[in-house]
């Protein structure tokens, strides 16, 4: 070891380091993705609030400070899959985030009738290209460069399961599920 030189990384090996970490991080989320959509899990169903859910998606990532999120002022409670729906919230919430980039607007809405909740994200970004709105569900389509384009075909693969749909819109961007509420269901506030 040389004088005043202890086992300390050099800035350019810090770089590589971190470099090295992003890629397993992104192969990792690509190999779940994969895992994910070919795996085909029973649905496990719990009665939960829908808005506990939402809030425990969001709270998985860093929402930049000129992204305004606004998200429900009471839940639904409704019998689902708690951990496939989340992973559903966490799949569009994402999508949402790279939409609007640094600045913008997300919001998020709950609209409950007698036999369904109508679950509504929106965003302000630029929109999906209409050549694109007709795939977007479809396994393996993406325009993400480090993305699997399995995300969306997951996400509508779980709302199937649970026996609701998923659709898209565009003039902003808004994706649309609609669950059946099922027997033992009430509002909660």
């Given at each position: 070891m040389e004088h005043?030189?202890?086992?300390?990384?050099?800035?350019?090996?810090?770089?590589?380091?971190?470099?090295?970490?992003?890629?397993?991080?992104?192969?990792?989320?690509?190999?779940?993705?994969?895992?994910?959509?070919?795996?085909?899990?029973?649905?496990?169903?719990?009665?939960v609030d829908l808005?506990?859910?939402?809030?425990?998606?969001?709270?998985?990532?860093?929402?930049?400070?000129?992204?305004?999120?606004?998200?429900?002022?009471?839940?639904?409670?409704?019998?689902?899959?708690?951990?496939?729906?989340?992973?559903?919230?966490?799949?569009?919430?994402?999508?949402?985030?790279?939409?609007?980039?640094q600045e913008g607007?997300?919001?998020?809405?709950?609209?409950?009738?007698?036999?369904?909740?109508?679950?509504?994200?929106?965003?302000?970004?630029?929109?999906?290209?209409?050549?694109?709105?007709?795939?977007?569900?479809?396994?393996?389509?993406?325009?993400?460069?480090?993305?699997?384009?399995?995300?969306?075909?997951?996400?509508?693969?779980?709302?199937?399961?649970?026996?609701?749909?998923?659709?898209?819109?565009?003039?902003?961007?808004?994706?649309?599920?609609?669950?059946?509420?099922?027997?033992?269901?009430?509002?909660?506030?």
């Open positions: 005043g030189r202890r086992d300390l990384l050099s800035e350019h090996e810090k770089r590589q380091f971190a470099m090295m970490n992003r890629a397993i991080e992104r192969m990792e989320r690509q190999i779940t993705e994969v895992l994910d959509f070919v795996r085909n899990r029973d649905i496990k169903r719990e009665e808005l506990d859910l939402l809030n425990l998606s969001v709270s998985s990532f860093k929402i930049p400070p000129d992204v305004k999120l606004n998200l429900p002022d009471s839940g639904v409670t409704i019998s689902v899959d708690s951990i496939q729906i989340q992973a559903v919230f966490s799949n569009l919430i994402q999508n949402a985030l790279h939409a609007v980039g607007e997300i919001s998020v809405t709950f609209e409950k009738d007698s036999n369904n909740v109508r679950i509504s994200i929106q965003d302000s970004g630029k929109g999906i290209p209409q050549e694109n709105m007709e795939k977007v569900f479809e396994p393996l389509f993406t325009t993400k460069q480090t993305c699997t384009g399995l995300g969306l075909a997951s996400c509508k693969n779980i709302i199937e399961k649970h026996g609701g749909t998923i659709s898209v819109s565009n003039n902003p961007t808004t994706f649309t599920i609609t669950l059946p509420l099922g027997i033992k269901i009430s509002e909660k506030s």
